[in-house]
């Protein structure tokens, strides 16, 4: 796994297939995205990539929560990507619950405490 910091992002390579970047902020870290090239998707990646950036987080920083937004962004002809639905699902998984501190440009607003 190649992992980039630049000022208050990181940005998590894994083999050109898996990606993701969080954020850091005063109180909580956002996880900003996570994909997956699409011949690759349907394998474990994602959930793979994604228990890697939570212990990463876990491990390297103090806070005492992790956001992020579950909107599913389509690009080009990528048609297996997760809808909205199918993330929050995903997110639960991992005790994401919804939060309640939503705004108009975040209206499904996920965290969770550490």
């Not at 900003?32 to 699409?38: A, D, F, G, H, Q």
Request: charged share 25%; with cysteine.
């Amino acid at each position: 796994m190649e992992i980039i910091k630049k000022e208050n992002r990181i940005y998590f390579n894994d083999n050109d297939i898996s990606f993701g970047n969080i954020s850091i902020h005063d109180t909580y870290i956002k996880i900003e995205m996570i994909r997956i090239i699409p011949e690759y998707r349907g394998q474990g990646l994602g959930h793979k990539l994604f228990i890697f950036i939570i212990n990463y987080i876990r491990k390297n920083f103090n806070c005492k929560k992790i956001i992020l937004s579950p909107l599913p962004i389509k690009t080009g002809g990528d048609e297996n990507i997760l809808n909205l639905e199918q993330l929050v699902i995903f997110y639960k998984k991992f005790g994401f619950k919804m939060s309640e501190e939503t705004t108009k440009e975040e209206p499904y607003l996920m965290v969770l405490k550490l």
